[in-house]
């Protein structure tokens, strides 16, 4: 999908996408990942970084991040690892000052209060002080990684609100997108007709709000 379509995604909430993924049948939820900040909303490209444990020699936890372009989202795999932290403010300034569209981790991060001061979207298990420098190190960058059990490739469309992160392939971005404005629009008709006294029955078999994520 190009780069000047990624924009339409920030007024579609992950809630809509994940009803169309559902039709489509598409996995693309990432349970247990959550905001650091209430309130910002996330659009962007996967950069995917995979982490390991140490070895005896050691390697390294963040140099990788000169090379993520602005509009994309560092996507980390560090398999759910809760012992140690792969995120701080260091990185999150440097994501911030240029333009990098936000992070989600499948594990933890810290330096919260720098982090909220610092105005940048974070997704992530948790929020732990413990480096992970001597821990974990990367071993590779822009490779498909896994995000809670979602499948993650470079170039894949993340969305991330206060309800959480879903990923949606590149190649069926335009379809997830058409499908996932057909269920707004039918949920804000719905909506429509409750403020104006209607029944719930009514107004959601109106719009088939009770298949309108079923697969076809």
Avoid at 31 to 53: D, E, N, S, W
Avoid at 68 to 77: A, F, L, Y
Avoid at 114 to 136: A, L
């Amino acid at each position: 999908m190009a780069n000047n379509n990624i924009e339409r995604w920030r007024d579609m909430s992950t809630t809509n996408i994940s009803d169309a993924m559902d039709k489509l049948g598409i996995n693309g939820g990432c349970l247990g990942i959550t905001p650091i900040i209430q309130g910002l909303k996330m659009v962007g490209t996967a950069y995917t970084v995979h982490y390991i444990p140490c070895g005896q020699v050691k390697g390294t936890v963040g140099d990788y991040i000169d090379d993520v372009k602005p509009g994309e989202v560092i996507v980390i795999d560090d398999a759910g690892r809760d012992y140690c932290t792969v995120w701080g403010d260091i990185l999150t300034l440097y994501s911030k000052t240029n333009g990098i569209a936000g992070t989600v981790i499948d594990g933890v991060c810290r330096d919260i209060p720098n982090i909220r001061e610092i105005v940048y979207p974070v997704f992530s298990k948790g929020h732990y002080m413990v480096t992970g420098k001597d821990r974990v190190e990367v071993d590779a960058v822009q490779v498909p990684v896994s995000i809670s059990g979602v499948q993650v490739k470079p170039g894949d469309v993340l969305v991330g609100d206060d309800t959480g992160v879903v990923v949606i392939p590149q190649d069926r971005a335009d379809e997830v997108y058409e499908v996932a404005k057909e269920i707004g629009e039918a949920e804000d008709g719905i909506e429509k007709l409750v403020a104006e006294g209607h029944s719930i029955t009514e107004a959601r078999r109106k719009y088939g709000y009770h298949t309108l994520q079923r697969k076809e």
